[in-house]
């Protein structure tokens, strides 16, 4: 694996014992530190994707230099102790930490925190999407704009929210009172035309020919539904 990891704690045996544990799961770039000023030191100097820090260290603790750290660094820090109290547990997370992890310790639990926690992290930082291409028609989320066969047009914003909408659940059924939750934000009444005017609007701005859509489909009772099949592969 290509994380970084950071182990500060001056228990040589819990280093040790860490460290191995970690490399029998492919953790391949592991640092240590046994004080907290070389702790600070290598936060400066690298980026790390996690740090197990133990709150007793030898002349500051973990508590007074956890806030130090988040200043150079928004890496999950856990922290390792043998204070199991609810205060120093509230204290632990208030300071920043993002685990608290009670002295003796399961080494392979550790590892399996750590693990969950880097893949939890991992699913976050996964940019999203913001350039869609069906066939003629092309969204550029980051800008707004939309593009019909190269040429740029422009949409009411309400309009272009249910667009994008669609872009990010192609070929997946949604109702009227879906739609209108879920793009307006607000409780279907049960009488609002709105969906369907906007509908409307958005097929006169992208379809060859909006009175048979191929990409806003209606199915009949239940909703409409996105498809961007219908197109790709046309000669328009």
């Known amino acids: 694996m290509q994380e970084h990891i950071l182990i500060v704690d001056d228990e040589k045996a819990i280093v040790q014992m860490l460290k191995i544990i970690l490399t029998k799961e492919s953790f391949k770039h592991i640092d240590t530190a046994g004080t907290a000023e070389e702790a600070l030191s290598l936060c400066k100097m690298k980026r790390y994707d996690l740090i197990l820090l133990d709150v007793m260290l030898p002349n500051r603790s973990g508590f007074e230099i956890c806030p130090l750290i988040r200043e150079t660094t928004d890496a999950p820090i856990f922290f390792l102790t043998a204070k199991s109290t609810d205060l120093d547990k509230l204290s632990g997370f208030a300071l920043g930490a993002d685990d608290y992890i009670t002295k003796p310790f399961n080494p392979l639990e550790v590892v399996a925190r750590v693990k969950a926690h880097l893949r939890r992290s991992t699913l976050r930082t996964i940019p999203a999407q913001t350039n869609y291409q069906f066939g003629y028609l092309a969204v550029n989320a980051s800008s707004g704009e939309v593009k019909v066969k190269g040429k740029q047009v422009e949409l009411p914003a309400q309009v272009y929210q249910l667009l994008l909408f669609f872009c990010k659940h192609p070929n997946q059924l949604f109702s009227k009172s879906q739609l209108y939750e879920r793009v307006w934000g607000e409780a279907f009444l049960g009488e609002d035309n709105t969906i369907m005017v906007h509908i409307r609007k958005l097929r006169e701005k992208i379809e060859a ?28």
């Open 209 to 236: 020919n909006p009175s048979k859509p191929k990409y806003i489909v209606t199915v009949r009772g239940l909703g409409y539904k996105f498809v961007p099949d219908g197109v790709r592969h046309e000669h328009l």
